[in-house]
């Protein structure tokens, strides 16, 4: 490949935006028009998922094509070390691309966590601000005034403009929407303001068949806080009524930080549209896990149910994926690095996990193709939603969940220590993931064939079980 052929990798990144609240996957509360431009012009996956449900996690295992396991970051309070050989950035870097990154960053900042290998960072500092943020422009702090999605998309695109036009890019825009405690920004706070949103059909889930772990997490519409609600119910409803009412107030404020998301992206493509850069440009839209919109009772993410364990990833390369394609294969975030890697004809070095999924975002996955995947999360009982740590296995069709119930000395993660338990969902017949058929006698083929493959991959991986 001559240099020049390279293609540019600009790759878009929000916190905590579901596929279920875009509408290239089908969304039933809002619309994501200038998202849904790059799947129509390129692929939407399906099946992507994150190896573990949480931000600084999976921020990291994306960077490394690692498991946390093996790059150190497991949990939110683990930090990145800059000084890993094989950050992507490093390696796209040293092969003559200009390297950039504008917006959350959530690996830790200031000696070795500071962002490595990038020509160019700015940074919001832990989880930022929505409003008049603080970012670190190479490590020196100023105050941003205006909101956060669009002081971002200015940064993204002031970058684009004075970058070198004969060198290839790799070029990261990491949104903060829509993350806690979705703070709107002005030009969208009318947005739903004279409609219901629909709510989601497990919204009443009772957890019966369930894990503790899934009846004790504080996540949902009633730990939502006054701070979150901006405000507080009205006195004298029904436990029903409440919740409709919390349901609405989060949900609303939710897809109007999505909104804010939505037309950054329609401006970034423009940008790329008028300066002739849409064709020889490799650009995804994805999420860094994905999150409970009112699904189970719940927000937040960290559980292996799908709505978390989910993330959107469309792409759009219009030199080699077919327009308004959809995959159904698998890929995690672990792969994202090796796929880039490989669109600038790079080899992953060998200690990268994931694989290259550049054949099957065109549609030609290869046979050997990997038909699961491997999840682990591993802040036990942490402070702020008591999630249980667990482990498991999804295929095609079935999900197998082992909550081990210890802290292990995980950073966040708690001493005291829960009973062991274990969760079946068959996918086909129960996507919404309501009825756990672990000791249904049906399921003891598959619960044996789960366990096998749950061994195979953790042992794989280089993990070390506790079942
Ligand atoms: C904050 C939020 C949590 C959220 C974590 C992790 N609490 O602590 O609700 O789960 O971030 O989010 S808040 O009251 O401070 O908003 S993550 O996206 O960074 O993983
Ligand atoms: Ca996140």
């Not at 792409?315 to 890697?341: H, K, Q």
């Not at 200690?351 to 802040?379: C, F, H, K, N, T």
Request: aromatic share 12%; with cysteine; charged share 25%.
């Amino acid at each position: 490949m001559k240099a020049s052929d390279r293609p540019n990798i600009l790759f878009i990144m929000s916190d905590d935006h579901a596929a279920h609240a875009i509408s290239a996957y089908g969304s039933r509360i809002n619309r994501t028009p200038q998202i849904d431009r790059i799947a129509e012009g390129g692929v939407r996956l399906n099946h992507c998922y994150c190896t573990n449900s949480i931000c600084t996690p999976s921020r990291a295992s994306i960077l490394t094509g690692q498991h946390g396991h093996v790059n150190g970051v497991r949990t939110l309070g683990d930090r990145i070390d800059g000084r890993n050989p094989i950050l992507m950035q490093k390696l796209f870097q040293k092969a003559g691309y200009q390297t950039a990154i504008v917006g959350k960053w959530h690996l830790g900042h200031g000696g070795n966590a500071d962002p490595t290998g990038f020509d160019y960072w700015n940074i919001l500092p832990g989880q930022g601000l929505y409003h008049n943020p603080v970012l670190y422009e190479m490590g020196e702090e100023k105050t941003y005034p205006g909101y956060v999605s669009e002081i971002i998309t200015d940064l993204t695109l002031d970058w684009l403009e004075r970058r070198e036009a004969d060198r290839p890019f790799l070029l990261f825009c990491h949104h903060k929407a829509p993350h806690r405690p979705w703070q709107p920004g002005e030009n969208y706070a009318g947005l739903y303001a004279d409609h219901d949103i629909p709510m989601p059909e497990t919204l009443w889930d009772d957890y019966a068949t369930r894990s503790e772990a899934a009846r004790e997490a504080k996540m949902r519409m009633e730990d939502l806080t006054e701070t979150d609600l901006k405000g507080l119910p009205p006195e004298g409803l029904s436990f029903e009524e409440e919740r409709r009412w919390r349901y609405q107030r989060y949900i609303k404020d939710y897809l109007r930080c999505c909104a804010s998301i939505d037309d950054s992206v329609g401006r970034i493509l423009d940008y790329l549209d008028a300066h002739g850069l849409a064709d020889n440009t490799l650009v995804v839209y994805t999420s860094d896990q994905g999150f409970f919109l009112g699904d189970h009772g719940w927000f937040d993410k960290r559980f292996m149910y799908e709505q978390s364990l989910r993330m959107p990833f469309v792409a759009r390369y219009p030199n080699e994926i077919p327009a308004g394609s959809v995959c159904e294969d698998i890929l995690t975030n672990n792969d994202f690095a090796p796929t880039f890697l490989d669109y600038a004809g790079l080899p992953a070095p060998p200690e990268m996990q994931g694989v290259s999924g550049r054949a099957v975002l065109r549609g030609e996955a290869p046979a050997d193709w990997q038909q699961s995947l491997y999840y682990r999360y591993w802040m036990h009982k942490d402070i702020d939603h008591n999630a249980y740590s667990h482990y498991g296995v999804r295929t095609r069709n079935y999900k197998l969940i082992y909550y081990y119930g210890k802290g292990l000395g995980c950073t966040g993660s708690s001493d005291e220590e829960t009973d062991p338990e274990w969760e079946l969902f068959d996918l086909e017949k129960d996507p919404l993931e309501l009825k756990n058929v672990y000791s249904d006698p049906a399921y003891a083929e598959v619960v044996k064939e789960l366990t096998a493959e749950l061994d195979n991959l953790q042992r794989e991986a280089g993990d070390v079980p506790e079942h």
